[in-house]
């Protein structure tokens, strides 16, 4: 079993910037990639960002390309995304998602086999 835990969100204006952290524990030595998703009201979860657990490799929704940045801290098992520039359409619940098998699509929300409780933002002036 893996858990993950989201940290950071919160109430910001359009063009702020805001830091969210995913601390992964149990088998972290499982964990082959983390993704990012979002979810906004009357929407469908849609992926954010991936990261590649050992070898860093990321990938982005062209959405947030440019803007955001994922990365991860192997020695403390913990995921970053750090959210530049921020518009109110990136006002969602934000939830971080462990992979273990690394056999599907990172931005597929079905290749990820464990996910956080999720952690609001919103960005409105």
């Known amino acids: 079993q893996v858990q993950l835990v989201e940290s950071g969100g919160g109430l910001v204006q359009p063009g702020d910037s805001l830091r969210l952290s995913c601390t992964v524990s149990g088998r972290t030595f499982d964990v082959r990639r983390m993704g990012w998703f979002r979810q906004a009201p009357g929407k469908e979860r849609e992926f954010v960002a991936a990261i590649a657990w050992l070898l860093g490799g990321t990938a982005y929704a062209d959405s947030v390309k440019g803007r955001f940045t994922v990365s991860r801290d192997n020695t403390k098992n913990t995921v970053t995304l750090q959210m530049n520039e921020l518009t109110p359409e990136d006002t969602a619940v934000y939830s971080c998602?462990?992979?273990?098998?690394?056999?599907?699509?990172?931005?597929?929300?079905?290749?990820?086999?464990?996910w956080g409780q999720g952690t609001q933002v919103t960005v409105s002036s």
């Open positions: 998602a462990a992979d273990v098998t690394h056999l599907g699509a990172a931005t597929r929300a079905v290749t990820y086999d464990y």
